[in-house]
C-alpha cells in the first residue's frame, strides 16, 4: 500500500489550503482515512478521520476550520484547512486502515506564518 500526500506549503494566518491523498497498491477494503500531524518536538496528533460510511470526527482543535472528505472511487481523502493558525504548522500525515492494518504516507509540510 502507498500512500501519497500533496498539497501542503507556505501560507499565512487566516488563509486556506487543501491537503489530498491517494492511495495505491493492495487497497481492496479500505475503511477509515484520515489525517495526523506532528508539530516539531510534540507527539503525533489526530486531525480528522473518516469512516468508509462517511462518519467524521475532527480534534477539537480543528473543529469550524477544517473538513475531511473522501472519494472512494479514486481511493482519495482530502483536508481542506481554513482560517489557518500558526499552532497549526507541522507535517501532516495521511493515514489508511484497511483489514486492521494502518498505513501512513510520507508527509507533507505545512507552515503557516504569522
Known amino acids: 500500500v502507498q500512500l501519497v500526500e500533496s498539497g501542503g506549503g507556505l501560507v499565512q494566518a487566516g488563509g486556506s489550503l487543501r491537503l489530498s491523498c491517494v492511495a495505491s497498491?493492495?487497497?481492496?477494503?479500505?475503511?477509515?482515512m484520515g489525517w495526523f500531524r506532528q508539530a516539531p518536538g510534540k507527539q503525533r496528533e489526530l486531525v480528522a478521520r473518516i469512516t468508509a460510511g462517511g462518519t467524521t470526527n475532527y480534534a477539537d482543535a480543528v473543529k469550524g476550520r477544517f473538513t475531511i472528505s473522501r472519494d472512494n472511487a479514486k481511493n482519495m481523502v482530502y483536508l481542506q484547512m481554513s482560517s489557518l493558525k500558526p499552532e497549526d504548522t507541522a507535517v501532516y500525515y495521511c493515514?489508511?486502515?484497511?483489514?486492521?492494518?494502518?498505513?501512513w504516507g510520507q508527509g507533507t509540510q505545512v507552515t503557516v506564518s504569522s
Open positions: 497498491g493492495n487497497i481492496l477494503g479500505i475503511n477509515t
Open positions: 493515514n489508511v486502515g484497511i483489514d486492521g492494518q494502518f498505513y
